[in-house]
């Protein structure tokens, strides 16, 4: 059995065979364009600055991963921030240059901004990212509905529908596509509205070359992973599409994408009740905490797409284009609060 870490960069930085787009070397990554990076614009924070602003590193936790520590900071005009520090290793350093790279080069609506970074130290980097105040979608789908905070329907499809509209701009909108690689509920973080914030780009990738990553370097969270990238080692924007269709069963179900108790997917789990559900009987896989609550075409609709993104044949997986479409044309509620005009392309 494959065991993933969430944030195990450390194995993710060996380059990825991509299977839709060129090859381009990791040191040979083109400049920033201008038309990349909106004002205001990341700037370079001292190590001093760091320090500062998280009192020396004794600031609360507010994040832990296998090789990153992301902290509550205070900046100088009293900005609320989180500031992720990348462990000691020169190879995370590496990892961290490339993750930075990205960061500096998107600029959308549902995708955590980037404040700043620091890049004194040979051996450790440092983003600055804004505040999110509501935590991740995880805890607030799971403990939030154990203690009676439940996520409304609309919310969900709403949730969704942005979602979809970031990644659709990762991998089309971007001068390089970009593949997240680690699309899972708690890399989603919830605003003062609710709206949500993807975060967390350790495993992305941007220009590819064409090396295959043995099984010791996978990278992915387990439940959310595509099966095919676990055979072959070849990633592309239909393994982003892959996750996104375990997402959506996550929000449609309330379940765990993966059972540590008893290592079953929810895929496999719940792979009749979506056969179900896409034929319109739904009442088995909607989460019970919504307690029929729910647009039960909505819910046929959203379930159809989950079981065609999460498709054994990557090729016959939609686009997220396409997934943006089918959701403004079927899901209401996912746009009922929503400015279409907040879609960003560059």
């Known amino acids: 059995m494959l065991c993933f870490e969430a944030e195990d960069i450390e194995l993710g930085v060996t380059a990825a065979r991509v299977a839709d787009g060129p090859e381009l070397e990791l040191d040979g990554l083109p400049p920033v364009q201008k038309d990349d990076i909106f004002a205001p614009s990341p700037r370079r924070f001292t190590w001093t600055e760091v320090e500062t602003a998280t009192a020396n590193f004794t600031s609360d936790v507010i994040g832990k991963g296998g090789f990153s520590t992301v902290y509550f900071a205070r900046l100088n005009d009293s900005i609320a921030a989180s500031i992720k520090l990348h462990h000691s290793s020169e190879r995370l350093h590496h990892a961290f240059r490339l993750e930075l790279d990205i960061l500096l080069r998107v600029h959308h609506p549902n995708i955590v901004r980037l404040l700043g970074y620091c890049d004194e130290q040979d051996d450790q980097g440092v983003l600055i990212f804004e505040f999110i105040p509501n935590g991740n979608l995880h805890d607030k789908l799971h403990s939030g ?21 970031a990644l659709e701009y990762l991998h089309d909108g971007c001068e390089l596509q970009i593949i997240h690689g680690d699309i899972k509920t708690s890399n989603i973080l919830l605003d003062s509205d609710l709206n949500p914030k993807l975060c967390d780009f350790g495993c992305a990738r941007m220009g590819f070359s064409a090396t295959v990553r043995p099984p010791a370097v996978m990278t992915g969270s387990p439940g959310y992973v595509d099966p095919h990238y676990i055979r072959t080692g070849m990633v592309s924007k239909k393994s982003d599409v892959y996750s996104f269709g375990v997402f959506l069963l996550v929000l449609i179900t309330g379940a765990e994408a993966f059972d540590e108790g008893t290592e079953r997917l929810l895929t496999t789990v719940a792979g009749e009740m979506l056969r179900e559900a896409t034929n319109g009987e739904v009442a088995e896989i909607v989460d019970r905490y919504l307690v029929g609550e729910y647009d039960k075409g909505e819910v046929a609709v959203m379930a159809s797409i989950s079981a065609v993104c999460i498709g054994e044949n990557p090729s016959l997986r939609p686009s997220m284009a396409d997934i943006v479409r089918i959701i403004e044309e079927k899901v209401p509620s996912a746009i009922s609060t929503v400015d279409c005009k907040a879609r960003v392309k560059v």
Request: net charge positive; aromatic share 10%; hydrophobic share 50%.
């Open 145 to 165: 509905a154990c203690a009676g905070d439940v996520l409304p329907w609309a919310r969900r499809t709403s949730i969704a529908y942005r979602l979809a509209q």
